[in-house]
């Protein structure tokens, strides 16, 4: 990834721009999650925002630029669409003038399950962050919240990320690195509960197959022991683990 460059000037902590995005998915068969990012106390003329061409753990250029459809720029405070354009492949600018709240909505088409991708259909969303959200350059450090809009009632949610107390389905990432290295999976899903050495453990399990929980915790375990062992602690407080069958 190209070193970001900073787009505002130096701010103080009390004055730094609020980041957070919203992910619904009203229509599941259309593969398209409906993204809005919104970006409050702006203090510049201009809004750079780009999409990652890499994933944690994958050692390839990704091209997930190319699944983002239908971006619109507004601004509540200025009440008007903003003007955008997209200058490159993974980069777009907003003219932000006199604009300090920022709400950007796009639709990003998930129809491929692989651990670095996303997928969306009637029985399940799983999204990578680093193939549905934009990063704002010199901002990669603040942290973000991300609300959940689940098309059924009777979806669940679950990620790594800590909820947020007093905002429904709504979760909070300390940077953009842990947002993208904490992938989402909403649906009907089968959700176990374990522990190793003292610390809490989740196994999630998406999609048909011939799985044995008891089994798959059975080595887990295992592993996760063998691990410690070998550096000498779990340096995490909890651990989520997921499984999909195709």
Known sequence: MTKA???????????LPVI???VAMSRPTSHLFEVTLWVKNWQSSTLDLKMPVWTPGSYLVREYARYVQDFVAKSSDCQQRLKSR??????????????????VSYRVFANELTVRTNHLDATHGYF???????????????PIEVT???PKPDWKIIT????????SKTFRSQDFDTLVDSPFEIGIHRLYDFEVLGKPH??????????????II?????????????????????????????
Do not use: M
Request: one cysteine or more.
């Open 160 to 167: 790594s990320l800590a909820s947020v107390p007093g905002k």
């Open 5 to 15: 460059t900073l787009v505002h000037p130096p701010q103080t902590s009390s004055t």
């Open 20 to 22: 957070s995005y919203e």
């Open 202 to 215: 989740r196994l999630a399990i998406w999609g048909e197959g011939n799985a044995n929980p008891e089994k």
């Open 128 to 142: 990578n962050g680093a193939a549905l959200f934009f990063f704002i350059p010199g901002l990669e450090k603040q």
């Open 218 to 246: 059975e080595d887990t375990k295992k592993i996760v022991e063998v691990e410690a062992d070998l550096y000498g602690i779990l340096p995490y407080e909890s651990y989520l683990f997921f499984t999909t069958f195709n």
């Open 86 to 103: 997209k200058i490159s492949k993974n980069s777009w600018k907003i003219e932000t003038e006199n604009c300090s709240e920022i709400q």
């Open 148 to 150: 959940i809009v689940p």
